[in-house]
């Protein structure tokens, strides 16, 4: 634990007010408030008050940026250096070490249709359960919120290949799969994929087994607890987490104590991060720039997923294309060798690669005459999702790139061909400059009008949680951003990709 290091909660004995708890010079816990002005900025002494940080992340930013000093109520004089994350995020994309799906945390064994929302909250909040005691896995049941609707999904496993199938973008791309229900529904969380109109965000656990499991954690000298019950936010199933439990938690485990790192969920081969679509060899060799650099395209002369790789040496450089094979029972493969793995995705295949500096030719290069090592170093990671997030440098909203100022309803639905796809727009039935948020969500345009969320010339951002302080947007485009980023559900849509005009005319997707 060093000197600076910092976490925020929703502080229960003081009106749920947003404070930050960081470790002094002489490695005490230090409790700042962070106080927010009527007018909506948020601030932790009175100079604050001129730079308008109109949500705690920019504050907070702010002061850890450029080393601000806090003086605390009692004198002390603080600095926020590095942040402790909460765990309550990553386990949501995190497999459970769980010997079968009835030992899940999120597995209801006690559950009937019309408790459910009882259980459920927030839009994404979600459970599995089953709804016949005689066959429990053949009727396993998702259960998520979404708005004021309760959405009930079966979860089967494919007939074939006796595992969970993974969602594709399209037919032609390769079958993946899983083999627990774990992995295929934080697979679902981890690709932020939309499934029947809904996404899943938090898993709710059953509170029975909470409380089993509360006991256990605190009598074993391995758990992770001590670093779990650490939140930064106020969750409506558990409360806010008692100050106390705050600063034991503010320890750093090394990864070995964590119980949680066992296995990241793999993603479905499109969405990831070093996959760049279908196109010619030759235009994936320009993304690889240095030796050992890889990424994974759909070749448009073969069809066939293909891993792309430059080797280079002081006399030499060459790129390599490798076919990405699958067998009839399900497994991917490189090399031979690679079918006694049994991957069943793509991205389990590609890490054994990366993490394991596995050769990709060493098959070829044991008959070679010259040896060959082909390594899968550097992924290559596109930038389409950091653009989605990045503000654009212009002050006036018609100058931005998926501005279509005055624009024909009827021709939205060519304009926006996947759910989540987005424009703003001027719609013709209301008066003035009013701008209009158009997404397609489950095949429909949505048409959402954002001086719904004006507030004092800001843009007032949608609470997530319960208790929480309310947060603003300076404008349209930070606005619109934030609910990319944070993937805040508006009117029961969630905004992915802005689709922008062409500077050749048109639009681009």
């Known amino acids: ?174 079958t993946e799969s899983v083999a627990k229900v774990d992995y295929f529904i934080k697979s679902l969380v981890r690709g932020k994929i939309i499934l029947n109109g809904v996404q899943l965000i938090r898993s709710i656990p059953d509170s029975q087994r909470m409380k089993c499991d509360h006991v256990v954690s605190h009598t074993s000298n391995d758990s992770y607890a001590s670093v779990t019950s650490v939140t930064t936010l106020k969750e409506v ?40 679509g279908e196109c010619h060899p030759s235009k994936a060799n320009k993304h690889l720039q240095e030796h050992g650099d890889f990424l994974l395209f759909v070749d448009s002369t073969t069809g066939r997923p ?73 992924p290559v990671v596109r930038d389409t999702e950091q653009n989605e997030h990045a503000l654009e440098a212009c002050k006036l909203d018609a100058d931005l790139s998926y501005n279509f100022g005055k624009w024909r309803m009827e021709d939205l639905a060519e304009l926006l061909r996947r759910d989540g796809d987005y424009i703003l727009c001027q719609d013709d039935d209301v008066d003035g400059d009013a701008m209009t948020v158009c997404v397609r969500w489950q095949d429909v345009i949505k048409h959402i009008h954002l001086d719904y969320y004006k507030y004092n010339n800001f843009y007032k951002i949608p609470a997530v949680h319960p208790g929480a302080p309310t947060e603003f947007a300076k404008s349209t485009d930070e606005f619109l951003k934030m609910l990319v980023r944070n993937q805040i559900p508006l009117h029961g849509v969630i905004l992915k990709r802005a689709v922008r005009r062409s500077p050749k005319g048109g639009y681009e997707c």
């Open 1 to 174: 634990m060093s000197e600076g290091d910092f976490l925020i909660f929703l502080d229960d004995r003081n009106r749920c007010k947003p404070t930050v708890v960081v470790r002094d010079c002489n490695n005490e816990a230090q409790f700042v408030p962070i106080e927010q002005r009527p007018k909506g900025c948020f601030c932790f002494q009175d100079e604050d008050k001129r730079d308008a940080f109109v949500t705690v992340e920019t504050l907070v930013a702010f002061y850890m940026r450029y080393g601000v000093v806090i003086k605390t109520h009692t004198g002390t004089e603080v600095r926020l250096c590095s942040p402790i994350r909460s765990c309550s995020y990553q386990k949501e994309i995190m497999a459970e070490q769980a010997m079968n799906f009835q030992q899940l945390s999120y597995y209801h064994d006690d559950m009937e249709m019309a408790r459910c929302g009882e259980m459920l909250v927030r839009s994404g909040d979600y459970l599995i359960w089953s709804t016949d005691e005689n066959d429990r896995e053949g009727s396993l049941t998702l259960s998520v919120r979404w708005e004021n609707r309760i959405q009930h999904c079966p979860i089967r496993k494919d007939a074939n290949l006796g595992r969970y199938i993974l969602p594709k973008e399209r037919p032609c791309r390769p």
């Open 237 to 276: 199933d558990s409360g806010t987490v008692p100050v106390g439990e705050l600063v034991k938690g503010m320890t750093k485990a090394s990864p070995c104590e964590c119980v949680l790192l066992g296995l990241m969920v793999p993603r479905p081969f499109h969405l990831l991060p070093y996959f760049f």
């Open 306 to 378: 293909t891993v792309g790789v430059k080797i280079s040496n002081e006399t030499s450089v060459a790129w390599w294309h490798v076919q990405i094979q699958v067998t009839a029972a399900g497994y991917f493969w490189l090399q031979k060798s690679d079918i006694r793995m049994l991957f069943t995705n793509v991205e389990e295949l590609i890490n054994y690669y990366h993490f394991h500096k596995e050769p990709l030719l060493g098959e070829f290069s044991q008959t070679a005459e010259s040896q060959i090592i082909v390594l899968l170093v550097n």
